[in-house]
């Protein structure tokens, strides 16, 4: 069973920090990219960043560009989302999602439960 599970979200002020991590199991991990997406109320749904299945493809959402890092721990199978300089306009429920081999590929299959990242002012 694949399963992909988001951990890290918290309350953090403005001009904070926060690591997120999405843990997986269930598919070989190093064949497949991670992807992390935001969704705010009223908002649609963002993609902020993507880490293929090697270290040299990736993506970042210009909204994110130079704050946000994403890398990856083969030997955790785990994803982690740093996130530095949070601003109000970055509180989302984040999600990990995977199923897609390369970042340009936007059919992911398997979705975490989400972890809410709310930023004050």
């Known amino acids: 069973e694949v399963q992909l599970v988001e951990s890290g979200g918290a309350l953090v002020q403005a001009g904070g920090s926060l690591t997120l991590s999405c843990r997986t199991s269930?598919?070989?991990?190093?064949?497949?990219?991670i992807g992390w997406f935001r969704e705010a109320p009223g908002k649609e749904r963002e993609q902020v960043s993507c880490i293929g299945s090697d270290h040299y493809d990736m993506f970042s959402a210009d909204s994110v560009k130079g704050r946000f890092t994403i890398s990856k721990d083969s030997a955790k199978n785990t994803v982690y989302l740093q996130m530095n300089s949070l601003k109000p306009d970055d509180t989302a429920v984040y999600y990990c999602?995977?199923?897609?081999?390369?970042?340009?590929?936007?059919?992911?299959?398997?979705w975490g439960q989400g972890t809410q990242v709310t930023v004050s002012s």
């Open positions: 269930g598919f070989i991990f190093d064949d497949y990219a």
């Open positions: 999602a995977s199923g897609v081999v390369d970042c340009d590929e936007y059919e992911y299959i398997y």
